[in-house]
């Protein structure tokens, strides 16, 4: 193959790699997530009537729907013998294990790590938890929990109102580096022939997170207030509203930039005051400063405004909602939105994984699976018979339904 052709081969760089993954919410469907959307064959386990993450409703309602296309699901009953061994047939074919239940369960199950090792040495076993080693680790966690405990909440609310982000920003943060944490393992196996427990968990993340803020407490020896009551850096990093009340944000942060926005905007007086050259003497001045760029920019449509900004090389931002990414021209000019069929029925688009492998994103392979889609086909290349498969549906183990005249010649 020249490098022609991988370069417009689709980007499936985990292609051969199998996932089990033993998951529900968002931390650990975003770890296989990212994992099948890399081209990894993900299966993953769900009750018996499907992962009650499909079932939520308000801000959980697109849980399911954003973290598990690309993979097949298997709807079996893993508290009955005969789904445990078909739960362990497909471990014991697989790469990598996700899981991301509370403490001990895996265990009780009969899926714990060293029962696994023992079946498979070369399996690469990722746990995602609320906390890593330590006297916390017993507990269960949520996103918003460790948002709370890990000073993120204090950072992104009012000084006395601490207030989670607008995401589920640990969650998946530490879903991606349960990712990070797998493919070392994989790579490291590739000389060693042996997997590994890797855990990643949402206090640390959180705290990785937050550790800018505590460098600067240690650079600067004041603790930082919330970012809604932030010194900035910059005399220009704010909100401003434009002559047709939609508001963009706007951030000068170099002298380079600050040049070209003058120019741009033909600001020659400020461009020529020696006192405003520097950074430090922009900052000095950002009481005179605001309320002169708020004036001007208010005189102008957005359309406008954006567009000169962008001549300009400004850093600029409409504030948009999240429903406005689904008419981005930058996001479906090139593959940033994934079309996908919901449980409902009903089409429609979400971001695909933001990486690009040659200037191309990697393929989609399949649709967000129904609950139980690919059990017979998954329990089929487990090696079960038609008969046998036909015996865990009667017996309720396994959600699928044989074609019918497979079923009479079982």
Same mark, same amino acid.
């Given at each position: 193959?020249?490098?022609?052709?991988?370069?417009?081969?689709?980007?499936?760089?985990?292609?051969?790699?199998?996932?089990?993954?033993?998951? =529900?919410?968002?931390?650990?469907?975003?770890?296989?997530? +990212?994992?099948?959307?890399?081209?990894?064959?993900?299966?993953?386990?769900?009750? =018996?009537?499907?992962?009650?993450?499909?079932?939520?409703?308000?801000?959980?309602?697109?849980?399911?729907?954003?973290?598990?296309?690309?993979?097949?699901?298997?709807?079996?009953?893993?508290?009955?013998?005969?789904?445990?061994?078909?739960?362990?047939?497909?471990?014991?074919?697989?790469?990598?294990?996700?899981?991301?239940?509370?403490?001990?369960?895996?265990?009780?199950?009969?899926?714990?790590?060293?029962?696994?090792?023992?079946? !498979?040495?070369?399996?690469?076993?990722?746990?995602?938890?609320?906390?890593?080693?330590?006297?916390?680790?017993?507990?269960?966690?949520?996103?918003?929990?460790?948002?709370?405990?890990?000073?993120?909440?204090?950072?992104?609310?009012?000084?006395?109102?601490?207030?989670?982000?607008?995401?589920?920003?640990?969650?998946?943060?530490?879903?991606?580096?349960?990712?990070?944490?797998?493919?070392?393992?994989? %790579?490291?196996?590739? =000389?060693?022939?042996?997997?590994?427990?890797?855990?990643?968990?949402?206090?640390? @993340?959180?705290?990785?997170?937050?550790?800018?803020?505590?460098?600067?407490?240690?650079?600067?020896?004041?603790?930082?207030?919330?970012?809604?009551?932030?010194?900035?850096?910059?005399?220009?990093?704010? +909100?401003?509203?434009?002559?047709?009340?939609?508001?963009?944000?706007?951030?000068?942060?170099?002298?380079?930039?600050?040049?070209?926005?003058?120019?741009?905007?033909?600001?020659? $007086?400020?461009?020529?005051?020696?006192?405003?050259?520097?950074?430090?003497?922009?900052?000095?001045?950002?009481?005179?400063?605001?309320?002169? +760029?708020? @004036?001007?920019?208010?005189?102008?449509?957005?359309?406008?405004? @954006?567009?000169?900004?962008?001549?300009?090389?400004?850093?600029?931002?409409?504030?948009?909602?999240?429903?406005?990414?689904?008419? $981005?021209? =930058?996001?479906?000019?090139?593959?940033?939105?994934?079309?996908?069929?919901?449980?409902?029925?009903?089409?429609?688009?979400?971001?695909?994984?933001? +990486?690009?492998?040659?200037?191309?994103?990697?393929? %989609?392979?399949?649709?967000?699976?129904?609950?139980?889609?690919?059990?017979?086909?998954?329990?089929?290349?487990?090696?079960?018979?038609?008969?046998?498969? !036909?015996?865990?549906?009667?017996?309720?183990?396994? !959600?699928?339904?044989?074609?019918?005249?497979? @079923?009479?010649?079982?």
């Amino acid at each position: 193959m020249t490098e022609q052709d991988v370069a417009n081969k689709p980007a499936q760089p985990l292609a051969g790699i199998r996932v089990v993954e033993f998951t =529900h919410m968002v931390m650990g469907p975003a770890a296989g997530g +990212i994992l099948a959307d890399l081209g990894a064959d993900v299966t993953k386990l769900e009750p =018996h009537k499907g992962d009650n993450t499909r079932r939520l409703q308000g801000s959980g309602a697109g849980y399911f729907a954003m973290y598990n296309r690309n993979k097949r699901s298997v709807a079996l009953d893993l508290k009955s013998d005969s789904g445990r061994e078909l739960a362990l047939r497909l471990i014991d074919k697989a790469d990598v294990l996700i899981e991301n239940f509370r403490p001990g369960a895996m265990e009780r199950l009969g899926f714990g790590y060293d029962t696994l090792r023992a079946r !498979n040495p070369r399996l690469v076993y990722c746990s995602l938890k609320g906390f890593l080693s330590g006297p916390y680790a017993h507990r269960t966690a949520l996103d918003e929990v460790t948002q709370m405990m890990g000073g993120l909440a204090y950072m992104t609310g009012l000084p006395d109102r601490p207030l989670r982000a607008g995401s589920s920003v640990i969650d998946i943060t530490g879903g991606m580096f349960g990712v990070i944490a797998i493919l070392a393992a994989l %790579q490291e196996r590739q =000389h060693s022939g042996c997997g590994r427990h890797v855990t990643s968990a949402l206090f640390e @993340t959180t705290a990785y997170l937050v550790g800018q803020h505590m460098a600067q407490e240690a650079v600067t020896g004041e603790a930082p207030p919330p970012m809604s009551v932030r010194r900035s850096a910059w005399s220009i990093y704010d +909100i401003f509203e434009s002559a047709d009340g939609e508001r963009v944000f706007v951030g000068v942060v170099s002298d380079t930039l600050w040049r070209a926005f003058c120019a741009e905007f033909c600001l020659d $007086d400020l461009a020529a005051d020696p006192e405003l050259a520097t950074n430090a003497g922009r900052v000095a001045a950002r009481n005179s400063l605001l309320p002169r +760029i708020s @004036t001007l920019f208010a005189g102008l449509p957005k359309a406008e405004l @954006t567009v000169r900004l962008d001549r300009a090389g400004i850093p600029f931002a409409p504030i948009n909602r999240p429903s406005d990414l689904f008419d $981005d021209p =930058h996001l479906n000019a090139a593959g940033g939105l994934v079309k996908l069929t919901l449980e409902n029925g009903c089409r429609t688009r979400l971001p695909a994984i933001p +990486i690009e492998f040659d200037g191309s994103r990697p393929a %989609q392979q399949r649709d967000l699976p129904r609950a139980g889609a690919h059990s017979i086909e998954v329990a089929r290349a487990a090696g079960l018979s038609a008969a046998q498969i !036909n015996s865990l549906i009667e017996q309720g183990v396994l !959600n699928g339904c044989l074609p019918a005249e497979e @079923t009479s010649q079982a």
